[in-house]
């Protein structure tokens, strides 16, 4: 079945660090990709997303890439800020499954520190 | 548009007790869901739907009820709450099942003595 594989958090950076968080997959189809941010005490935002391979997502300085070679979707952000501080998770939709819902990773919790 | 809303916010149940977590969205999306959220789990699918009086089980449904009867709500029925089901629940809403974009609510967290 899909899975959705990411990093350990929590990540802790100083402001202005450079972040990259890894997310790898295994998918039947040919998935679209994901990344949503949650804020303490919220629900689940979408950051960015990319439907195809090498498509770049990107949104409020964050950037992932589409590889399919390496099966690999890793958010990165030049320079973090204390307002950065959240839970991220990867995500995918397969259109083999046929989009019926998103299978999460288990979240990176990002702390960025003045 | 206020989006996906959720109530209650918070809720404690005794083990065996029941209760309804509300969800409602004004977006006029076909697609809804319920996952719950659990400590080093991501996200996990509990049942949804793809149109009013059509719904589906996903990844972890034993425990828990669901209906369609409207476009706009989507509740989710524990019908005898159990420890196990100490989680946080989030509603979702989408245009259609091809749109990827899922919109969520702000969470219930439901706590199970």
């Known amino acids: 079945g899909d899975s959705v594989t990411q990093m350990e958090g929590p990540v802790t950076l100083s402001e202005e660090a450079f972040l990259t968080i890894n997310c790898t997959y295994t998918a039947t189809g040919y998935p679209s990709l994901f990344w949503y941010v949650q804020y303490p005490g919220e629900g689940l935002q979408l950051l960015l997303k990319a439907t195809k391979a090498d498509d770049k997502g990107s949104n409020k300085g964050f950037e992932a890439t589409y590889r399919k070679e390496t099966t690999s979707f890793h958010l990165e952000k030049g320079s973090v800020q204390v307002s950065d501080s959240a839970v991220y998770f990867c995500a995918l939709s397969d259109q083999g499954a046929g989009r019926r819902a998103l299978t999460f990773g288990s979240g990176t919790r990002l702390q960025v520190q003045p | 548009n206020a989006g996906v809303t959720q109530t209650p916010k918070f809720q404690v149940l005794k083990t065996g007790q029941s209760m309804t977590l509300q969800c409602a969205q004004d977006m006029n999306h076909e697609y809804m869901s319920w996952y719950r959220q659990d400590p080093g789990m991501g996200l996990r699918l509990i049942h949804y739907s793809v149109g009013a009086g059509i719904t589906d089980q996903g990844e972890v449904p034993n425990g828990y009820n669901v209906s369609r009867s409207t476009t706009e709500d989507f509740p989710l029925r524990l019908l005898s709450a159990a420890p196990s089901q100490t989680s946080v629940y989030f509603c979702?809403?989408?245009?259609?099942?091809?749109?990827?974009?899922?919109?969520f609510g702000p969470g219930t967290r439901l706590t199970v003595l």
């Open positions: 979702a809403s989408r245009l259609g099942i091809t749109r990827d974009e899922q919109f």
